[in-house]
């Protein structure tokens, strides 16, 4: 089985359903999560979930080493600006592994290696959209050739230098793979022949993101407006199983597109798990509503 290994600078303050996104974690052991952060140690954290201690001001330091550049910055957000270069920051990590990738946290997994087959891991990148990077999960082959593929992107030098937010990952890094976002399935093929560096990689759409500016599976923007996740596996109230599931839109008006509202569904909740979620063995569903437990007639029960 091919080792992975997700890379995780995170620092500020782990958010309120930060147990719940370890409790997915949790259920896929064979994969390995790395948290570099000033959070603390959760209590109970999974053994496939590692934390190291350090704080924002050390990572800076850490990246100005290994990348010789000028890192500062009082925004935390804005270590997304280096993610294609995480495997060379934290090159002694990634030894023996496979992969190395990076994703956000406001996201809950389902059962990875369903998706993550043996077939799909022979790519050199993974993205679970079809057109693009994709920042909230996102796998790189471990070896020289690709560790060191973000030196390809024009400046990156001066671009991953910035103190503000800049689209490293879905934007400049997505060119570098692919040549033009939303390129046609057959161009990329046919740019693939002239250009080697273009082949071999997976840009597979896995309809992770609600409410996104794609439609959903069925060609309709109407997405499920239940998810449940049920001791590893995470389904949809129509019963597919998905691979996992990112809610920004729900989180966060921020990227919401017009036609799902102004306002995102959880910013007026008071909080967002429901304090009678407190035996996750039982699952629990993550909706408009929040993070809240199953129903005894929800669908799932049936499904399982």
Sequence with gaps: MKKIIFLMPYFGCFPEWFDLYLESCRWNPTIDWLFFTD?????????????IQMSFQ???????????????????????????????????????????GFGDIDV??????????????????ISTHSDRVSGHLFLIKNNEYWVNAFRRIPDWQNLMSQPINVPMDEGYFTKQ????????????????????????????????????????????????????WHRGKLTVETGEELMYLHFMNWKSSRYLRKRYGEQAAWEDLSQLVDPNLTDLSQGFCISPLGFTPIESTAPIAIAL
């Design 58 to 100: 050390a990572y800076q330091q850490l990246v100005c080493d290994r990348l010789n550049i000028s890192f500062q910055t009082h925004s935390a957000y804005t270590v997304c600006n280096l993610r294609p270069a995480y495997g060379l920051i934290h090159q002694e990590h990634i030894a023996g592994y496979d992969y190395f």
């Design 177 to 228: 793979l692919l040549g033009r976002k939303r390129l046609p399935s057959f161009l990329r093929r046919l740019w693939g022949i002239v250009d080697p560096d273009k082949r071999h990689h997976l840009f597979q759409e896995r309809f992770s993101t609600v409410l996104s500016d794609r439609p959903w599976m069925n060609g309709t923007y109407d997405y499920p407006t239940q998810w449940f």
């Design 39 to 51: 959070c603390g140690v959760p209590e109970n954290a999974p053994a496939n979930v590692r934390f």
């Design 108 to 125: 809950i997994y389902g059962n990875l290696r369903a998706f993550y087959t043996d077939a799909v891991l022979n790519y050199n990148t």
